[in-house]
């Protein structure tokens, strides 16, 4: 199947009428064809793709945002151009995988819903665009954990959704932009007792202290040895060589 995206004036049109819209975002399917009222608001991509399938939350805790971040990025095989283009992530959300967003962000039990529509069924504001977006979000951490060096390419993938706390305090940092520093990372954390990264305020400081390296230390210049010698220091344990 070919991928579809928002014309501009759509997209316009649809994050400006965002609050006068929020009780559409609870309805059980697709609307955007009612609410244009038979203008053309969509156009076709180059994009081809196999059917994608989301898997569905089942429980507060359980969202299988790893499997779902392999199974669209192995489907979709974008350009960085194409990856950030807002118009082909607001159309994902609002049409191809409705029922998923309904699923995981249900705007219909919050009082102001404006916010999360906001960032997740378009691009909010800030470098948290890509990381924010109910779709996009899921091929970008799969884009930047993917390692072909690796048995397993999306080994990382898998550690960085190991709980959303993991996900959401690397991603959104700064220094997430660099891959190779993302990937290692991760790949130091997998050689570590997951309860030790699985603790909130012991993983948050520590991603807080690597993003505050960035105006004191070039960190392209890191390696994963690197990255070992500072999380060991930092944290206070010792691990087996890298």
Do not use: C
């Amino acid at each position: 199947m070919k991928i579809h995206y928002l014309k501009d004036a759509s997209l316009d049109k649809l994050k400006s009428d965002i609050s006068d819209n929020a009780e559409r975002y609870s309805s059980e399917s697709p609307w955007l064809e009612e609410y244009f009222e038979g203008e053309s608001w969509a156009l076709t991509s180059k994009i081809v793709t196999s059917e994608i399938t989301l898997k569905k939350s089942d429980s507060p805790r359980k969202h299988y945002d790893a499997e779902n971040a392999i199974n669209i990025h192995k489907a979709l095989d974008l350009t960085i151009t194409q990856a950030i283009d807002e118009r082909l992530w607001a159309y994902l959300t609002h049409v191809t995988f409705w029922d998923y967003m309904k699923n995981r962000w249900n705007v219909s039990k919050l009082e102001n819903p404006k916010d999360v529509i906001k960032e997740r069924y378009f691009f909010g504001g800030g470098d948290r665009r890509f990381t924010r977006n109910g779709i996009a979000r899921l091929w970008w951490a799969a884009q930047i954990t993917k390692d072909e060096n690796r048995t397993d390419p999306y080994e990382l993938t898998k550690i960085l959704f190991t709980t959303q706390d993991i996900a959401q305090n690397l991603l959104e940092r700064n220094f997430s932009r660099n891959t190779e520093l993302s990937k290692s990372i991760l790949s130091v954390l997998s050689k570590m007792d997951p309860a030790i990264y699985k603790n909130v305020n012991r993983y948050r400081d520590l991603m807080k202290y690597f993003n505050s390296l960035g105006g004191v230390t070039i960190l392209d210049s890191l390696n994963e040895a690197d990255i070992k010698v500072i999380i060991e220091k930092k944290l206070g344990i010792s691990l087996v060589k890298a």
